[in-house]
């Protein structure tokens, strides 16, 4: 191999040596930016957590709430039932006596 050749073959080596250590810089950056972001998901991961642990247990309060409602409004409804059928029972007497 004459003089000539080899100095090319190592004037491109040196280019692309360069570039070589100018990708592992850029490749060292995003693997830094790569843990930050990764880092900033795990955290927005744990404040959906928080997030869906609260809105379960808001849920499950709702729901327990409703549960006392039905049961109020269900001793509403058999109280009216009662007092349709005492009134009932009283009004049909008077309602026959006046429309006879």
Known sequence: ????????ILTL???ISI?????RGDIGGLNAKVSNVDAKVSSLDARLSNLDAKVSSGFER??????HLET?????????????????????PLERWIGA
């Open 1 to 8: 191999m004459n003089d000539e050749t080899e100095a090319k």
């Open 13 to 15: 080596l040196d280019v």
């Open 19 to 23: 570039e070589v250590a100018a990708a």
């Open 72 to 92: 109020r409004v269900e001793e509403v409804e058999t109280g009216l039932r009662s007092f349709r059928s005492e009134f009932d029972r009283r009004i049909t």
């Open 62 to 67: 709702v729901e327990r709430r409703l549960g």
